[in-house]
């Protein structure tokens, strides 16, 4: 039990004091015991002694009134906090997932997604934890196969999109392969065949690959400007092609020539009717060269 004071002066019913001594160190009574002061009642209850003088400020209360308050708060909102598992009690959820080393933030949503209880959630984390010291092997709701490939292979996703996602924005392999399930039908859109001046490709990228431009910047575009693939890789092309035309040399077929100018002279052909048809149609400066030459080669045999 605290120390009695040996001051005689005592606050009768602990009132609260006016300004100049509520912060003062006086003998307080709670609930039939003496403490030294409320500093000491606080401290044996385990709460904050400038909260309880706030309280009593604020409400006009009592100090008593405002000390019963923070106990009886305390006592109801320290069981939420305590999380029990496989027999010990932890402070919290979090202070139970650092000691297993598995993250809690995973364990939460796991447990969220498939409607399990944090405990079953945990388990799931622990064990995969454990089997994460076997390269070869890899567990996905609940399920083990031999190899993330085998398990990407069975939902029909890309192992490799999945392996980076996940060290790209830092989540763990199984949140990562969720993502690309979740939006299978969106990705699969994305890659689906691109047509560009009447010609099909098997995708966007293939079509990018055989111009030389990056699809990923044609995407970007897109978005930032909020037109169509075909509008964004239009402008890409057109940017490519006043390149390729301030830039002296100029290639066809292998050969190097030192300009456009040079080349369309060797192959007899007009230089301007190629830059024309290359506006025209939204092809390449070559592809415009090898309509030309091979129209060339039809009058000759006719």
């Not at 709670?30 to 400038?50: D, V």
């Not at 997604?113 to 089997?131: G, N, Q, Y």
Request: proline share 2%; net charge positive; aromatic share 10%.
């Amino acid at each position: 039990m605290p120390k009695e004071v040996t001051k005689k002066e005592e606050i009768p019913e602990n009132q609260v004091m006016s300004k100049e001594r509520h912060r003062a160190k006086e003998a307080f009574f709670y609930e039939g015991n003496k403490y030294i002061s409320l500093g000491q009642c606080c401290e044996f209850y385990g709460i904050n002694e400038s909260s309880v003088r706030s309280r009593a400020w604020r409400k006009k209360c009592t100090w008593e009134e405002a000390v019963k308050y923070y106990i009886q708060k305390k006592e109801t909102e320290t069981p939420k906090m305590q999380f029990f598992y496989k027999g010990k009690r932890y402070k919290s959820v979090s202070a139970c997932c650092a000691e297993y080393g598995v993250n809690a933030s995973s364990v939460r949503n796991r447990a969220k997604t498939t409607e399990c209880s944090i405990e079953e959630s945990l388990d799931h984390f622990i064990k995969k934890a454990r089997m994460e010291t076997q390269p070869s092997v890899f567990i996905f709701r609940d399920k083990t196969y031999r190899s993330l490939e085998e398990c990407c292979l069975e939902y029909g996703v890309n192992a490799d999109s999945v392996s980076s996602r996940k060290y790209r924005l830092n989540c763990t392999m199984e949140e990562s392969l969720e993502h690309f399930i979740e939006n299978k039908d969106m990705i699969a859109e994305r890659i689906q065949k691109f047509t560009f001046k009447g010609i099909e490709y098997r995708s966007l990228r293939a079509c990018c690959q055989k111009y030389g431009i990056d699809d990923i910047c044609v995407r970007q575009r897109a978005r930032d400007k909020n037109c169509s693939l075909e509008e964004s890789f239009t402008h890409f092309m057109t940017r490519k092609r006043k390149k390729m035309l301030s830039n002296p040399e100029f290639e066809y077929h292998g050969t190097v020539y030192p300009s456009l100018k040079v080349c369309c002279e060797k192959l007899g052909i007009n230089k301007s009717s190629v830059i024309s048809r290359s506006h025209r149609t939204g092809c390449s400066l070559q592809e415009a060269v090898e309509y030309y030459v091979s129209q060339q080669e039809r009058r000759t045999l006719d």
